[in-house]
Every structure is written in C-alpha cells, then in structure tokens.
C-alpha cells in the first residue's frame, strides 16, 4: 500500500545519508533544485530524493535502496538527453557528477576516466600529453552518456567512435553487483556497451586508449547566400568523398543566417589548409572564418553560456547517401522556401573513415556506413514556443527521413520504440534484448531509449 511504501522509504532513508560517501538530497534540501536542473529547460520534474554518488560503493547502495522503495532510478552524468531521462518523477536519480576524476598513463596511452565525468575533464587531462581520444563537441557533455550511445566527435574519422576506443569498463548492474566488462571480461555485456545505451548497468568507471593527436586544430567555415547552396552543398559533398581522415565535413543553416559549409581538421595544420582553397571555390563566400586554435578549445566551441537555461528539442537521422534532393529538403528546413518562423538548426556532419573500418557486428552500435548524420535541433525560451518548435523541428526531419538509414541513439528524443528500432537492425535488437535478459530482466534501467527484455 501507498502508506506502507511510505514508512518504508523514511525508515531506508533515514540512515542512508550516514552510509553515503556521497551525499543524499530531498527536495527540501539545499543545492536539490540546482542537482536536479539539467540541460534542457523544459525538463521540469522532482525526484523523490537525490543521491549525488562519491563513490562506487556510493552507487550500489543507491541503486538497492531505489530496488527496495520500488523507485525508478534515473542516472545522471552531463544530463545532456534532451528528454532529461536522468530525473526521475518522484523516483530515485543517482547523480554521478561528484565521480568526476581523470586519470592518465602518458606511457600506455591510457585514461581512466569516472563515471561522473564530462568531456572537457578527459580533454584537459590528456591533453597535457598531446593525447586524447574521440570525444563530443561540447565540453560539459557527459562522458558516459556520449559513449555508452557510440561517441561521435572530430577524432572519429580518424580512430573510431568513443566506444571504439573503451578498453574495459566497469558496471554496477540492476542487482547491485560490481562486474568488469571487456574483450576478455564478460565479453557479451562489452559487446552491448559499446553503442547499447544505459540498459545494462551503470558504469562508474571507463579506461579508453588514447592517441598522439598534438594539441592544435583548424577550422574552416565558409557561409554562402541560401540561392547558391544546393550548388554549394553538392561541390562540399563531392569533396567529402575524397577528403582526408584528418578533416570532418560540417555544413549547417542557422536559424535566417547563410548556408555555412566547412571542416574541422586535426593532424599537420599545413596539410589542413591545403584544403582551404577548394572549399572557398565552392561559390562566393559572404563570410569566411579560418582559424588556428588549441584542441581544447575546439573541444568547446559549441558550448553555449546559456546552455542549461534554453528549452530544447531535435531529431535526427543517419543518412548513407545525400543526392540533390536530400541536400534540397536540408535547406528547405520542411517548408516551401526555405523561411518562416520557428525553423530549427539544421546540420550535417561526416561520418566514414575508422567509423567505417569496425566491421558492424563488433559492437552495439550500427549503421557503421553511414555517410552523414543529420540532426535538426530547436532551441527557445519561451514556454508558450514549445508546441509550435518542436512540431516544425519534427517537420524539417520527416522530409529527410526517406534518404534515412537509420537512427543514432544519443540524436533520438520521443521516438520510443520505433525509435529503437531504427538504431538498431533486427538481429542486433535481437541479441541485444537476448543481453537486456541476463543483465536486467526487470527492466530495472529503463529511462533511456529502452531495450524491452522478453516478456516474462
């Protein structure tokens, strides 16, 4: 009974804060509102109580005591889901952002990074050694988040995504347990992290390989008025196909600006701007930034000061080829001519290289030949927006959606299980619900884009 739950969860709870390495907050607590804000706006929900993990011991007491109250739990890394799966209504968020911490071995090329981490902590870290390994483009993304779903950043072309490079991983699992994951180490639940999701536990810790990568980047933007750039978008994606690991293609329109066309370049900066020239005989360039900066800050370029007060919403797509018509629906945005209210981001981004070289049946993730990833993203701040972005955002998606392959995990939002489906084939759904049925058959972690075991 209600009541019952009640008594129960004040006699679990009253002790708890006293076993905790971390720190235990309930809504009349200070610093609960501020742990339980994530990045977008509009997510606006109150966990019964919040458990900010210190430690791993810290996330296995959590997660018994959210099985014993028969609480949801929701974990919480950068809370970066633009669904902010990690807070749970009146459930139980394990926040992992105190385990924080980066570890490097300059000498074998190795970090062992927390659970609790975020992006710009690992690139900071390995940094200091000229090291590092794929991460995403926004350096308060969490770690875990970005590689549990694949990890794509500006390294992928060149070494594979973030899961490509997870030497091991270690898991607390649905019953509490504390498991190591590898290619020697329970090899099927290595297999399903890297690109399942948080389905299967939650990792507290990952080593990932790194790599000599120097510590400086170019990037090359070029914008061009909107009735030149199907020309424009046409000669770029013909470029791309004979571009070099070191460069990822990028092209975007943003909100009433110019169709930008570009790359981001790691490796021999000469070699980079060799590239240059050809991108800017593309067509006239109303504005042209080519700029040399240190890999760190190419790592926050896309941060956004105001990140965690704007409300958000985006789709996306895999895309395995981008005819004409596919780069005419881009820039149409889902309208007539390319304009009105509302309109959402829009961009691309290259894929192929090493992504392309793991041979698809090696991990979780799919779609390994995608050529591009399209993802429309809406951002506002009004709440009486929120009907009117997120159905035109939907709108500019759904004219991409017959050059679609398939789906990434870490672009979905409110897809559900369709959208589970389109990330993954029907045999790998297959193995990976055959792997949801070992590691948690209750469904335990099930605030994610969720892999349903079997019935039972």
Request: net charge negative; hydrophobic share 40%; proline share 5%.
């Given at each position: 009974?209600?009541?019952?739950?009640?008594?129960?969860?004040?006699?679990?709870?009253?002790?708890?804060?006293?076993?905790?390495?971390?720190?235990?907050?309930?809504?009349?607590?200070?610093?609960?509102?501020?742990?339980?804000?994530?990045?977008?706006?509009?997510?606006?929900?109150?966990?019964?109580?919040?458990?900010?993990?210190?430690?791993?011991?810290?996330?296995?007491?959590?997660?018994?005591?959210?099985?014993?109250?028969?609480?949801?739990?929701?974990?919480?890394?950068?809370?970066?889901?633009?669904?902010?799966?990690?807070?749970?209504?009146?459930?139980?968020?394990?926040?992992?952002?105190?385990?924080?911490?980066?570890?490097?071995?300059?000498?074998?090329?190795?970090?062992?990074?927390?659970?609790?981490?975020?992006?710009?902590?690992?690139?900071?870290?390995?940094?200091?050694?000229?090291?590092?390994?794929?991460?995403?483009?926004?350096?308060?993304?969490?770690?875990?988040?970005?590689?549990?779903?694949?990890?794509?950043g500006w390294l992928a072309r060149q070494y594979g995504l973030s899961c490509d490079n997870v030497v091991s991983f270690e898991v607390v699992t649905a019953n509490g347990d504390v498991v190591r994951a590898?290619?020697?180490?329970?090899?099927?639940?290595?297999?399903?992290?890297?690109?399942?999701?948080?389905?299967?536990?939650?990792?507290?810790?990952?080593?990932?390989?790194?790599?000599?990568?120097?510590?400086?980047?170019?990037?090359?933007?070029?914008?061009?008025?909107?009735?030149?750039?199907?020309?424009?978008?046409?000669?770029?994606?013909?470029?791309?196909?004979?571009?070099?690991?070191?460069?990822?293609?990028?092209?975007?329109?943003?909100?009433?600006?110019?169709?930008?066309?570009?790359?981001?370049?790691?490796?021999?900066?000469?070699?980079?701007?060799?590239?240059?020239?050809?991108?800017?005989?593309?067509?006239?360039?109303?504005?042209?930034?080519?700029?040399?900066?240190?890999?760190?800050?190419?790592?926050?370029?896309?941060?956004?000061?105001?990140?965690?007060?704007?409300?958000?919403?985006?789709?996306?797509?895999?895309?395995?080829?981008?005819?004409?018509?596919?780069?005419?629906?881009?820039?149409?945005?889902?309208?007539?001519?390319?304009?009105?209210?509302?309109?959402?981001?829009?961009?691309?981004?290259?894929?192929?290289?090493?992504?392309?070289?793991?041979?698809?049946?090696?991990?979780?993730?799919s779609q390994r030949d995608t050529l591009f990833e399209y993802v429309a993203a809406a951002r506002w701040t009004e709440p009486a927006e929120d009907q009117s972005r997120m159905a035109v955002a939907r709108?500019?998606?759904?004219?991409?959606?017959?050059?679609?392959?398939?789906?990434?995990?870490?672009?979905?939002?409110?897809?559900?299980?369709?959208?589970?489906?389109?990330?993954?084939?029907?045999?790998?759904?297959?193995?990976?619900?055959?792997?949801?049925?070992?590691?948690?058959?209750?469904?335990?972690?099930?605030?994610?884009?969720?892999?349903?075991?079997?019935?039972?």
């Amino acid at each position: 009974s209600p009541a019952r739950l009640a008594a129960m969860s004040r006699t679990t709870t009253n002790g708890l804060s006293d076993r905790l390495d971390g720190q235990l907050l309930r809504p009349d607590d200070a610093g609960y509102d501020e742990a339980r804000t994530v990045w977008n706006a509009m997510v606006d929900r109150r966990p019964r109580m919040i458990v900010r993990c210190a430690s791993v011991a810290d996330v296995v007491l959590a997660v018994r005591t959210a099985r014993e109250l028969e609480l949801e739990i929701g974990v919480r890394c950068g809370g970066h889901s633009v669904l902010g799966l990690c807070v749970p209504e009146n459930g139980l968020m394990i926040d992992l952002t105190p385990m924080g911490g980066v570890r490097i071995d300059s000498a074998q090329r190795l970090a062992w990074v927390q659970g609790g981490a975020l992006l710009g902590a690992l690139d900071r870290e390995s940094q200091q050694y000229g090291l590092a390994t794929t991460a995403g483009n926004i350096s308060h993304t969490g770690v875990g988040g970005l590689t549990l779903g694949g990890g794509m950043g500006w390294l992928a072309r060149q070494y594979g995504l973030s899961c490509d490079n997870v030497v091991s991983f270690e898991v607390v699992t649905a019953n509490g347990d504390v498991v190591r994951a590898s290619e020697a180490e329970n090899p099927d639940l290595y297999w399903g992290l890297r690109g399942g999701g948080g389905n299967f536990g939650i990792v507290t810790q990952f080593e990932f390989r790194l790599h000599p990568v120097g510590t400086r980047a170019l990037v090359a933007e070029f914008g061009y008025p909107i009735e030149q750039a199907l020309q424009v978008l046409r000669g770029w994606r013909d470029l791309n196909a004979e571009a070099p690991r070191q460069a990822t293609f990028v092209a975007s329109v943003v909100g009433d600006g110019p169709a930008t066309v570009g790359f981001v370049w790691v490796g021999d900066l000469d070699q980079g701007r060799a590239l240059v020239p050809a991108m800017r005989a593309l067509g006239r360039p109303v504005a042209e930034r080519v700029i040399e900066q240190s890999y760190v800050e190419l790592q926050r370029k896309d941060d956004t000061p105001e990140g965690h007060a704007l409300r958000r919403y985006w789709k996306g797509h895999f895309l395995g080829q981008l005819p004409d018509e596919a780069i005419e629906a881009f820039l149409l945005r889902g309208t007539a001519h390319g304009s009105g209210e509302h309109l959402p981001n829009v961009e691309l981004q290259a894929y192929g290289g090493a992504i392309s070289d793991v041979p698809d049946e090696d991990t979780a993730f799919s779609q390994r030949d995608t050529l591009f990833e399209y993802v429309a993203a809406a951002r506002w701040t009004e709440p009486a927006e929120d009907q009117s972005r997120m159905a035109v955002a939907r709108r500019s998606a759904a004219t991409l959606e017959p050059f679609a392959s398939g789906a990434y995990v870490n672009s979905m939002s409110d897809e559900g299980a369709a959208g589970v489906r389109r990330a993954y084939p029907p045999e790998k759904l297959a193995r990976l619900t055959a792997l949801k049925d070992v590691y948690d058959p209750e469904n335990v972690f099930h605030l994610n884009q969720n892999i349903q075991p079997s019935p039972r």
